[in-house]
């Protein structure tokens, strides 16, 4: 069985390696110093995991049969999506598309703020580039289902480590990893991961 704050850290871990998140650290990372860009990525995807099982809290009042069916079918049903949005994939390394998408949201934020940029600007900057990236994305609305569930605790630290992972990842190696990284594999990969935490959520509850 999957304790809460494994499948947090899998969860996460998996399914943020290669995301727009990802190479926005990688990004802002050759521009600023390290360690405020991870600081700032972190406190976003941090609070983002927070706010996240608080509302996966919240709706664990309702009627337990509604939450573990409601659960067992989102992870599924991105299991199945994203097999065949990776079936539909280029073989070739990095996602050209989330990649572009990562530069022109950085772009767009260097053009609002001064050229030269204190510590509290960086810090802001992968903040707020980090946290909106984040929102509506599938792993804020797993974590969600997983908090619903299982141990807010355990689902929190577990999420908070797997961010911590792929930030410090994307930050000291993101540069030389970045056209290496295969999006298909990572995606199939994130879609098995899915499909196990929907067999195992419908076994618990057997």
């Known amino acids: 069985m999957l304790t809460a704050f494994t499948a947090g850290l899998l969860l996460i871990t998996v399914s943020e390696l290669g995301d727009k998140t990802f190479f926005i650290a990688v990004i802002l990372a050759m ?53 065949y949005d990776a079936s539909r994939m280029p073989v070739s390394s990095c996602d050209t598309e989330v990649v572009e998408e990562a530069k022109a949201a950085v772009k767009e934020a260097d053009m609002q703020l001064p050229k030269k940029k204190n510590a509290l600007a960086i810090l802001t900057e ?34 908070i480590l797997g961010h911590a992972i792929c930030a410090a990842i994307a930050v000291i190696g993101g540069r030389m990893l970045a056209g290496r990284i295969s999006e298909r594999k990572l995606t199939f990969i994130g879609g098995f991961l899915f499909l196990v935490f929907g067999v195992v959520a419908a076994i618990e509850g057997a």
């Open 31 to 83: 521009h600023h110093p390290r360690r405020l860009v991870f600081a700032g990525v972190v406190a976003a995807l941090a609070a983002m995991t927070i706010l996240s099982v608080v509302v996966g809290q919240a709706v664990s009042v309702l009627p337990k049969v509604y939450i573990h069916f409601a659960e067992i079918a989102l992870f599924i049903g991105f299991g199945f999506k994203l097999l």
């Open 126 to 159: 992968a903040f707020v580039l980090t946290f909106m990236a984040e929102w509506g994305d599938r792993t804020q609305i797993a974590t969600i289902a997983l908090a619903a569930g299982n141990n807010a605790i355990g689902v929190t630290t577990g999420a």
